[in-house]
């Protein structure tokens, strides 16, 4: 496809309004919920605004059931210098920023992968949201990438810059002064200014869509309206009992000044008539009904977010197996992110392969890669070590130690036990000898 700026103009004017539409998500995860600017306020009342960050705990939750072990490479074709390069390249950056596109992933429903050749010539790679990418696909089944795009700024520095992304160029402008001012008309197009292009060496388009699910929406998408009623509820509550603690007193049969009500407070005692009478007004609440309320709406919250509530009364004792089958449908959600996930760092590993060909020559195929995920839970080494002894007879060593949480990289872990090996035989063969 030949890239004009009136096809990037398209794009950039689809970004702006992607943005707007977005920045929702990032602001309910930051803890800026509708409550704080819609809450209905009352005069002379209290009118305190309680927030409850469903979004951040939820998300924070899930990437780390999914993410919070390192993710396992392992070849099907035994090749162990490609698993070697994606360990000594890659494993010193690759976990905080899978945990990263996947969080970015879930807050906006999909996020993208900058693949790129740092300052050292080493292959990298950053993570952009919709609010400051956008890619421009084909239409097709495959969904390839035609074209890409960044949009940053720099420290201290009021331009606004846009990196286009083709499949061998990098493109550089800069937007005019209408794309900062006047970002909410999105419809009418900004100003660019041609600065400069340089080659990339990938071959392809260097932006990876990551998205949350297969209809791209934020993780918590279909629970805002749970999160701002919680939130509501909770903050007329608490105003209802702040607003209660200012009782009226009510003196029947009897007239008091100004004067001897002030004397009143300060002395502690009232006087009145006979037949006068002295009490507080107060208002009854149907905590009841307000505490069922608040529990279903919570319960509801944590069932359509398939999340397992951890501050209910659960068994010191519970085994591994029983807290799995608890976390079943969050299991199932995780499964289709992780396939999500599975295919973002294949293209990751393709790009990474195209880079180890051009600097060093080798040639690996990134299909022959297997991306092994270890849910991040406790774990019940003993039952696990029965299975793998069960199991060494019918499975490859380096397959069964993918089991093992504690292991990041199963090859390596392969070769040192070999190693091993290797010396306490030559070590029992010098003794033997000497003898």
């Known amino acids: 496809m030949q890239v004009t700026e009136q096809i990037i103009l398209e794009c950039l004017n689809e970004l702006q309004s992607t943005a707007i539409a977005k920045q929702k998500y990032a602001d309910y995860y930051n803890g800026n919920h509708s409550i704080l600017k819609n809450y209905a306020m009352q005069e002379s009342r209290s009118n305190q605004k309680l927030l409850f960050n469903f979004p951040r705990k939820f ?5 780390g059931y999914l993410l919070g072990k390192p993710v396992n490479y392992v070849s099907k074709s035994d090749q162990d210098e490609a698993i070697h390069n994606i360990d000594v390249q890659m494993s010193h950056w690759d976990k905080e920023h899978n945990l990263q596109l996947r969080k970015q992933s879930e807050i906006f429903g999909e996020s993208f992968e900058l693949n790129y050749i740092d300052s050292d010539g080493q292959f990298s790679a950053t993570v952009l949201s919709p609010v400051n990418a956008y890619v421009l696909e084909d239409g097709t089944a495959e969904r390839n990438v035609l074209l890409g795009l960044h949009k940053f700024t720099r420290r201290f520095d009021k331009q606004v810059y846009l990196d286009v992304y083709t499949d061998h160029e990098i493109l550089h402008y800069t937007i005019g002064s209408y794309d900062k001012q006047n970002q909410s008309k999105p419809n009418q197009s900004p100003e660019l200014k041609y600065i400069g292009k340089h080659n990339h060496i990938f071959g392809r388009v260097p932006l990876i869509s990551c998205p949350a699910n297969t209809e791209r929406k934020s993780g918590f998408h279909d629970v805002i309206s749970l999160f701002d009623a919680y939130n509501a ?3 007329d509550l608490v105003n209802e009992i702040a607003d209660h603690r200012n009782a009226y007193l009510v003196i029947e049969n009897a007239k008091l000044e100004a004067d001897d009500l002030l004397n009143m407070k300060k002395m502690g005692i009232i006087q009145v008539p006979a037949g006068g009478k002295v009490s507080w007004l107060t208002k009854e609440i149907n905590d009841s009904f307000v505490k069922n309320e608040l529990d279903n709406i919570e319960r509801k919250i944590f069932d359509m977010m398939d999340q397992v509530n951890f501050n209910e009364n659960w068994a010191s004792n519970t085994s591994s197996l029983a807290l799995r089958n608890k976390l ?9 992110r992780e396939a999500l996930m599975e295919k973002a760092i294949k293209q990751r590993l393709r790009n990474f392969f195209t880079f180890l060909h051009i600097k060093e020559g080798v040639q690996y195929d990134y299909r022959d890669i297997a991306v092994k995920f270890t ?11 029965d299975v793998i002894v069960k199991l060494k007879e019918v499975v490859s060593q380096e397959t069964l130690l993918t089991l093992l949480p504690f292991v990041e990289n199963p090859k390596l872990e392969f070769n040192k036990f070999h190693s091993e090996q290797q010396r306490l035989v030559g070590t029992d063969k010098e003794v033997s000898d000497a003898e």
């Open 59 to 63: 998300i924070d939750n899930e990437v």
């Open 233 to 235: 509820l909770n903050s």
């Open 328 to 336: 079943l449908n969050l299991e199932n959600r995780v499964a289709m």
């Open 375 to 385: 849910r991040n839970l406790p774990t019940d080494l003993v039952g696990m070590a």
